[in-house]
């Protein structure tokens, strides 16, 4: 599966972005997806996780309450929307797609998107 993410951007604190996150190749339905994010001279991080069909989700403790992943199997997407956001929430945010378990561990993930920057000023 490929993976085109996007709707990164700039935005002052207090501010919102949507990010989208397109599959292509095998159903997409058959993975579990997941968002995982990237600040300079960090490690990356899980921020949220959805199951196959959409019944489970993950947040980590840091966005919940603020974020909120979803899918549409039928548009082949993931979406990340991302509210309240706060200038530690810059990073490069990637998705990426597991065809086994599904859960905030990096190494669950077969594949991986390019990555989109988010920016939030102070």
């Known amino acids: 599966v490929q993976l085109q993410a996007s709707g990164g951007g700039l935005v002052q604190a207090g501010g919102s972005l949507s990010l989208s996150c397109a599959a292509s190749g095998r159903t997409f339905s058959s993975y579990n997806m997941g968002w995982f994010r990237q600040a300079p001279g960090k490690e990356r991080e899980s921020v949220a996780a959805?199951?196959?069909?959409?019944?489970?989700?993950y947040y980590t403790s840091s966005v919940k309450g603020r974020f909120t992943i979803s899918r549409d199997n039928a548009k082949n997407t993931v979406y990340l929307q991302m509210n309240s956001l706060k200038p530690e929430d810059t990073a490069v945010y990637y998705c990426?797609?597991?065809?086994?378990?599904?859960?905030?561990?990096?190494?669950?993930?077969?594949?991986w998107g390019q990555g989109t920057q988010v920016t939030v000023s102070s």
């Open positions: 990426a797609a597991a065809e086994g378990a599904w859960g905030p561990q990096s190494n669950l993930y077969d594949y």
């Open positions: 959805i199951t196959r069909s959409g019944s489970g989700t």
